[in-house]
């Protein structure tokens, strides 16, 4: 079992950055690959970032790409979303999610079905 924890989101005016972090407890992060999802009220859940259990592949989904980036450390079983040039359409509640991974390669998974763990996710409130 894996427990997920974000923090990191608040109330900002548009053009501000926030650096969102998720937490992982319970088992070690290394063998699992992450992702970041939002869900606005009155909408469906949906993809901002995933990056593979090594931390070595990334992908982002059009709205946020060139404004953010994924990274993680598992030592620290941590796992960061930066975000810049946030924008009222950015206001959501943002989710952490795990899936094992036993890729040697390493992959990313964009579909929200694929993932089997979720934080209780963070409010990001982006003014105009």
């Known amino acids: 079992q894996v427990h997920l924890v974000e923090s990191g989101g608040g109330l900002v005016k548009a053009g501000a950055s926030l650096r969102l972090s998720c937490a992982g407890f319970?088992?070690?992060?290394?063998?699992?690959?992450m992702g970041w999802f939002r869900q606005a009220p009155g909408k469906e859940r949906e993809f901002v970032a995933s990056?593979?259990?090594?931390?070595?592949?990334?992908d982002y989904s059009d709205s946020m790409k060139g404004r953010s980036a994924i990274s993680r450390d598992n030592a620290k079983a941590t796992m960061w979303l930066q975000m810049n040039s946030l924008k009222p359409e950015d206001t959501a509640v943002y989710y952490c999610?795990?899936?094992?991974?036993?890729?040697?390669?390493?992959?990313?998974?964009?579909?929200?079905?694929?993932?089997?763990?979720w934080g209780q996710g963070t409010q990001v409130t982006v003014s105009s």
């Open positions: 999610a795990a899936r094992h991974s036993t890729e040697p390669v390493g992959a990313v998974y964009n579909d929200r079905e694929q993932y089997t763990y």
């Open positions: 990056i593979s259990w090594s931390g070595g592949k990334t």
């Open positions: 319970g088992r070690a992060l290394s063998s699992y690959a």
